[in-house]
């Protein structure tokens, strides 16, 4: 199946119908994209002591790479879970502790992962090597949220660079959630998920109470490398952020970094999206909250995500079966409102091609 994406799209065609349920094309991109992509691991808060052992699977039902947060006295580290002694997980939950000792054959690491003992070894030889050691993970923080990848394509820095577009944002003011946590289900491909993100277009069709928020003619999109920024401008009357961002007033910043982190700023704080493939056709979408203004809660485009999110699975479902017409073939750009569309589907189409060069 070819998935060229012409650069210009006054002349490109979307993605065919077909993309979204071939099993080949999914497989290829756990393994190209996401395995390679930055996902949403942890909150900071969970590790924030010395001695803290946090276990945590890296995107669940994807990937399933078992990991382990550890603090020492000097540093936060992201390691690999698994003993390198004969594979049983280190860490089997949350625990506060000076060291790592496997349960099975008790080996031991220090809290940076370095190998530190082992019993009945004596006679080995070239023991212990570097192979010894629990692999280290690349990860990053931003505030209190913690990421991860296993061989990222871009560095964490470039990755989350379109957020420097909200100048001195105190991320440190944000607090975690836990009532504002909900995952859902989709019966769909996770690209329409993203699909369906990615445009403002469907908002006056879809989200009537959110396109009462917004005035839709302001809405606008910006892209990055990897990723893109939709600034929804306040209605008259909606609440909007206090500083005015170019002489508007903004009612949510939705970042989309690649391939599926979604990151929606609003004035009372952060609702993440964490989108992750477990099907062709089913999709899980993990909602996580943090609070900067408890006092606006429930007021403006950030008002009812709830329902909003509703509305989504209801749509993209139904796409998801309308993809697999066989009278449908390609689609067009809107080229004012869907080049967040197009920016992405240009990336998949460059990560899926034959020579995959990383995008």
């Known amino acids: 199946m070819k998935l060229d994406i012409d650069d210009d799209i006054t002349r490109a065609r979307t993605l065919p119908g077909a993309f979204y349920g071939d099993g080949e094309l999914f497989a290829r991109a756990r393994e190209r994209i996401f395995a390679r992509a930055w996902h949403w691991a942890a909150d900071a808060t969970r ?23 550890t ?38 690491f220090g809290l940076d992962g370095r190998f530190a003992s082992m019993p009945e070894f004596e006679g080995a030889r070239d023991f212990p090597s570097e192979a010894d050691h629990l692999p280290r993970v690349p990860f990053g923080a931003l505030g ?8 990222p394509a871009p560095a964490f820095a470039d990755w989350i660079a379109p957020l420097a577009r909200l100048g001195g944002y105190d991320f440190a003011r944000l607090q975690p959630d ?33 396109s009462g ?20 401008v306040a209605a008259d009357g909606e609440d ?44 899980r979408v993990a909602y996580r909250s943090y609070v900067s203004d408890p006092a606006r809660r429930g007021r403006g485009a950030g008002g009812d995500l709830e329902l909003v999110e509703h509305q989504d699975e209801a749509i993209v479902e139904r796409v998801q079966a309308g993809a697999r017409s066989r009278l449908y073939r390609r689609g067009r750009y809107s080229p004012s409102r869907e080049t967040g569309v197009h920016h992405f589907h240009k990336l998949l189409a460059r990560a899926l091609g034959d020579e995959a060069p990383r995008p």
């Open 47 to 69: 590790v924030a002591a010395p001695g803290a052992q946090l276990p945590f699977v890296l995107a669940p039902g994807l990937l399933d790479e078992p990991l382990l947060f």
């Open 71 to 108: 603090r020492d006295r000097d540093a936060l580290h992201c390691l690999s879970n698994v003993c390198t002694h004969r594979a049983n997980l280190v860490c089997p939950e949350a625990t506060n502790a000076p060291g790592l000792r496997c349960r099975y054959h008790g080996r031991r």
């Open 144 to 151: 209190p949220l913690l990421f991860a990848a296993l061989d």
């Open 178 to 210: 836990a009532g504002g946590a909900r995952d859902y289900e989709v019966a769909a491909h996770w690209a329409l998920y993203c699909d369906n993100y990615l445009e403002g277009f469907h908002i006056p069709y879809v989200h009537p109470e959110l």
């Open 213 to 232: 928020a917004l005035d839709y003619s302001a809405y606008c999109t910006e892209l990055y490398p990897f990723g893109t920024l939709q600034i929804g």
């Open 240 to 283: 909007a952020f206090d500083a005015l961002d170019n002489g508007r007033r903004i009612a949510g910043y939705y970042f989309w970094f690649y391939p599926a982190t979604m990151l929606n700023f609003y004035p009372w704080g952060l609702s993440l999206n964490v989108v992750t493939p477990l099907a062709v056709d089913r999709t």
